[in-house]
């Protein structure tokens, strides 16, 4: 029996990583998004925090076979605040270590969010799609 416990705790974790996302209300964006995900814009890997009082930070990575394989590519850090209305969030940038940005604010629309993903529309229309690096 003992040694079978490792393997039972193995397929437990196995089926509760396979048990589907819960859609959020979108009464609750504000508050479920708060946490950290992960996901790709163009061509850019991104990794982003919310926090509960309204900042940011998000670190992003370009994508390629130097940058995957052997760690050349230069990770930027953009740090800011977000708010939401709506379907609609709202990032802030405060400030953007080895990171060009174009404009200060940035808008996009949530096309979906459950407990663990997350697919925006920037206002350019590009669709992005984040998972959530913890389950809640």
């Given at each position: 029996?003992?040694?079978?416990?490792?393997?039972?705790?193995?397929?437990?974790?196995?089926?509760?990583?396979?048990?589907?996302?819960?859609?959020?209300?979108?009464?609750?964006?504000?508050?479920?998004?708060?946490?950290?995900?992960?996901?790709?814009?163009?061509?850019?890997?991104?990794?982003?925090?919310?926090?509960a009082?309204?900042?940011?930070?998000?670190?992003v990575?370009?994508?390629?076979?130097?940058?995957?394989?052997?760690?050349?590519?230069?990770?930027?850090?953009?740090?800011?605040?977000?708010?939401?209305?709506?379907?609609?969030?709202?990032?802030?940038?405060?400030?953007?270590?080895?990171?060009?940005?174009?404009?200060?604010?940035?808008?996009?629309?949530?096309?979906?969010?459950?407990?663990?993903?997350?697919?925006?529309?920037?206002?350019?229309?590009?669709?992005?799609?984040?998972?959530?690096?913890?389950?809640?």
């Amino acid at each position: 029996m003992k040694k079978l416990r490792p393997i039972l705790i193995i397929v437990i974790m196995a089926i509760a990583a396979c048990t589907p996302s819960t859609p959020i209300a979108e009464a609750n964006y504000a508050k479920k998004i708060v946490g950290n995900w992960i996901g790709t814009v163009g061509d850019m890997k991104e990794s982003i925090t919310f926090r509960a009082d309204g900042g940011f930070m998000a670190q992003v990575r370009p994508r390629g076979f130097f940058s995957n394989t052997l760690s050349q590519g230069t990770t930027g850090t953009i740090r800011g605040t977000w708010v939401i209305t709506g379907t609609t969030i709202t990032l802030t940038i405060i400030s953007a270590e080895h990171e060009r940005v174009k404009n200060n604010t940035t808008t996009s629309t949530i096309l979906a969010f459950s407990t663990n993903e997350l697919k925006m529309k920037s206002d350019r229309g590009e669709i992005s799609n984040f998972m959530r690096t913890r389950p809640l």
